[in-house]
């Protein structure tokens, strides 16, 4: 892909002309500037500067990963307005999975030669902090070089809340089972003014930041997410990632930002339209420029679509996720994106899309295989994309 210097890019709305001067600068972007990237009619424009920051980071390189999804239960004592995956303790729907369906589904994960399980469920009214342990420690048991990312910042609050223990106690006993790294669930939108409104009971914007900010200071990486396209404005979505900024200035733990583009089928807000390819490619922009401290921008591309991730890769965007497998939360609210992609496709798309796939560990560091990608093979870490990090 040819690379175009900041000053090359050709805009068409003159207000984006102080914000290309400061990023050939180096110059850090205020809140001011992330509305003008909100309002710029000039998409084309927004996103050719997102790329050429992307490129000035990253070059051509396109990551992906091979991981599958594991939701232990949906069962969850909240009821966030936009999720359609949660259940009550008795609705017809609610599950809750044995040990020897976890165990079985990390030794698949492992034999179809995923280097990471992302486990993410509901908050049980009934099950204690042990069992969540217990999930952590029957994956490792059964699939030991499998990558676990487990439970976002809202269940860790949990678990310090059922477990009445301090939140860097409940990290350590998730260390002690195998926990890698914590995924970036849960942030929805920091802004009081939404948050109450659409996620109120759960943890707050002051315990999220505080969970990832602890589990930094204990060596683990993260990610962090921003829920768009539903009740929050412009302004909320800006200071949702200034405040994101202002944490990684702080431990420069975070690996990777995902916006998520919000699903409304099955969920309490289903009145509101999905959020349009426009939009999801202004959030990946937006992503990319204001973060100017965070590595990665991933595009999801369940929630987005196979399409619009692979056109993301223009848009800021250097990582697509994964093969994925399994996928309940997005399915739940109407994503009509496959289950799974296999690595043979997302090379294709990405290389498609004018760039170079690299496969991956959860950490960033590249994986080699033996023979093609999209096989069985013994993953070799490659060096540390990011120092100090944590299997
Ligand atoms: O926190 C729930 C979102 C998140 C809906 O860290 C919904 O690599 C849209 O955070 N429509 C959990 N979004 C998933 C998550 C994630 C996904 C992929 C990669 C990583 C990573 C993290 O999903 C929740 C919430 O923000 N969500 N329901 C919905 N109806």
Redesign the pocket.
């Known amino acids: 892909m040819g690379r175009l210097a900041m000053n090359e890019i050709r805009l068409c709305d003159p207000s984006l002309e102080p914000i290309r001067r400061k990023l050939g600068a180096g110059e850090r972007l205020s809140f001011e500037d992330g509305l003008v990237l909100e309002r710029t009619p000039d998409l084309l424009g927004l996103g050719a500067l997102a790329n050429a920051v992307r490129e000035r980071l990253h070059g051509n390189a396109a990551y992906y990963n091979i991981n599958t999804h594991l939701n232990p239960t949906n069962v969850c004592v909240y009821r966030c307005d936009?999720?359609?995956?949660r259940a009550d303790l008795n609705d017809e729907r609610a599950y809750v999975m044995t040990e020897a369906q976890v165990r079985e589904r990390a030794q698949q994960a492992q034999a179809r030669g995923a280097t990471e399980l992302?486990i993410?469920g509901g908050l049980h009214h009934k099950l204690p902090f042990s069992w969540y342990v217990d999930v952590v420690r029957w994956v490792k048991q059964a699939a030991p070089a499998i990558h676990v990312k487990a439970y976002?910042a809202v269940e860790i609050e949990w678990f310090a809340k059922i477990g009445r223990m301090a939140i860097e106690d409940v990290l350590k006993r998730l260390i002690d089972a195998g926990l890698g790294s914590l995924?970036?669930?849960?942030a929805?939108i920091f802004h009081p003014e939404v948050r109450e409104r659409i996620c109120g009971a759960k943890a707050s914007t002051e315990k999220w930041l505080e969970v990832h900010r602890t589990a930094h200071r204990l060596g683990l990486h993260s990610?962090a997410?921003m829920?768009y396209g539903h009740i929050e404005r412009a302004e909320h979505r800006i200071d949702h990632l200034l405040r994101l900024r202002a944490l990684q200035d702080e431990t420069g733990g975070f690996q990777?930002f995902?916006p998520?583009?919000?699903?409304p089928d099955n969920?309490r807000m289903e009145e509101i339209p999905k959020p349009s390819g426009v939009m999801d490619l202004r959030m990946m922009a937006i992503g990319r420029l204001m973060l100017d401290n965070v590595p990665h921008i991933?595009a999801?591309w369940v929630?987005l679509g196979l399409k619009t991730a692979q056109v993301a890769l223009a848009f800021g965007a250097d990582d697509i996720?994964g093969t994925v497998v399994h996928e309940k939360?997005?399915h739940e609210?109407g994503a009509d994106t496959p289950q799974e992609v296999s690595a043979e496709e997302i090379r294709r798309l990405i290389e498609e899309a004018g760039r170079e796939p690299i496969e991956r560990d959860t950490l960033y560091r590249r994986v080699e295989r033996e023979g093609a990608a999209w096989q069985i093979g013994a993953a070799v870490g490659g060096p540390p994309l990011l120092a100090g990090s944590r299997r």
């Open positions: 936009f999720c359609a995956f992302h993410v976002t995924p970036g669930g849960g929805e990610n997410t829920l990777t995902i998520l583009a919000f699903h969920s991933k999801y929630m996720d939360i997005y609210a």
